[in-house]
């Protein structure tokens, strides 16, 4: 396993910032891309959840007609002895979940968990499930949900319950500075989505502009580079989300000493509907 030196996963800054300073800033809106600095997620933009106690979460992607409209993506702060029996109301809705900072008991179908920073879970939809705070420091977690698609002869996928560390980075054939970590097999036909980290190491990027049917949210872990989003290149660090519909170009510099990670989600192995 290729040792890639420490491992952060950034969650975004909230409280506000200084009263004097320019509201002038980088967050973008356009037809085919967004991108939401960090500096935009502060406490003021945050929801409360029905059914979760001691938490507030920032809701930074839905979805959108015309836009991306496949997930939703939450980062969820959870205060010491708060969290959720009943934490999704869409039986159709499968999870995925990092933890970024803290500790989270995760109760799965009546088995409990125990996870830390770096701890990772793909949930299937209809599982009986529950996540609480039992440290004593906020728990911080990012979630995308998404409605499982079915498919004539598919089941729903198991639970995959793991850590990032524990995984290994796929490198990409003939590249030792651009992997993907994939927590379910790619192969595994019962998965309409994954949630995986891509790494790029000092002197790592894409080399072509990626054009394809897939909807995209990138939440970026560690690290900066400059990403092409359809026309634009945009400098993106610690807690930039970017969010691309469908056939999108992009492309990726890495910049900087440490490595560039973000989170990724991806809807996969299933035919386009043909309703508009």
Same mark, same amino acid.
């Given at each position: 396993?290729?040792?890639?030196?420490?491992?952060?996963?950034?969650?975004?800054?909230?409280?506000?910032?200084?009263?004097?300073?320019?509201?002038?800033?980088?967050?973008?809106?356009?037809?085919?891309?967004?991108?939401?600095?960090?500096?935009?997620?502060r406490d003021i933009v945050t929801s409360l959840l029905p059914g979760w106690q001691g938490t507030h979460a920032w809701i930074i992607a839905r979805p959108l007609t015309g836009?991306?409209?496949?997930?939703?993506?939450?980062?969820?702060?959870?205060?010491?002895?708060?969290?959720?029996?009943?934490?999704?109301?869409?039986?159709?809705?499968?999870?995925?979940?990092?933890?970024?900072?803290?500790?989270?008991?995760?109760?799965?179908?009546?088995?409990?968990?125990?996870?830390?920073?770096? +701890?990772? #879970?793909?949930?299937?939809?209809?599982? &009986? %499930?529950?996540?609480?705070? !039992? *440290? /004593?420091?906020?728990?911080?977690?990012?979630?995308?949900?998404?409605?499982?698609?079915?498919?004539?002869?598919?089941?729903?996928?198991?639970?995959?319950?793991?850590?990032?560390?524990?995984?290994?980075?796929?490198?990409?054939?003939?590249?030792?500075?651009?992997?993907?970590?994939?927590?379910?097999?790619?192969?595994?036909?019962?998965?309409?989505?994954?949630?995986?980290?891509?790494?790029?190491?000092?002197?790592?990027?894409?080399?072509?502009?990626?054009?394809?049917?897939?909807?995209?949210?990138?939440?970026?872990?560690? +690290?900066? #580079?400059?990403?092409?989003?359809?026309? &634009? %290149?945009?400098?993106?660090? !610690? *807690? /930039?989300?970017?969010?691309?519909?469908?056939?999108?170009?992009?492309?990726?510099?890495?910049?900087?000493?440490?490595?560039f990670r973000y989170l990724l989600y991806k809807d996969v192995n299933r035919h386009v509907g043909l309703s508009l």
């Open positions: 396993m290729t040792d890639i030196g420490s491992r952060t996963y950034a969650f975004p800054p909230g409280g506000l910032p200084p009263m004097d300073d320019s509201p002038e800033g980088t967050a973008i809106f356009t037809e085919a891309y967004a991108v939401l600095p960090a500096k935009t997620m836009f991306a409209e496949t997930f939703a993506q939450y980062a969820v702060e959870v205060a010491p002895g708060g969290g959720s029996d009943t934490p999704e109301p869409d039986a159709d809705a499968q999870a995925i979940i990092l933890i970024a900072n803290g500790q989270a008991r995760l109760t799965l179908n009546g088995t409990a968990y125990d996870m830390e920073t770096g +701890g990772y #879970a793909s949930i299937p939809a209809g599982s &009986d %499930w529950q996540i609480t705070n !039992p *440290g /004593d420091t906020a728990l911080q977690f990012h979630w995308i949900r998404k409605r499982w698609e079915p498919a004539p002869g598919i089941e729903k996928p198991d639970p995959i319950i793991t850590t990032d560390e524990s995984q290994p980075i796929n490198w990409m054939p003939g590249s030792e500075t651009w992997g993907t970590t994939r927590f379910a097999d790619p192969n595994d036909l019962r998965h309409d989505c994954h949630g995986n980290i891509v790494t790029f190491l000092p002197g790592g990027q894409i080399p072509f502009a990626e054009t394809h049917v897939m909807e995209h949210g990138l939440y970026v872990l560690q +690290g900066t #580079a400059k990403y092409l989003l359809n026309k &634009d %290149w945009v400098e993106v660090g !610690p *807690g /930039d989300f970017m969010w691309l519909r469908a056939f999108c170009p992009q492309a990726c510099i890495q910049t900087g000493s440490e490595p």
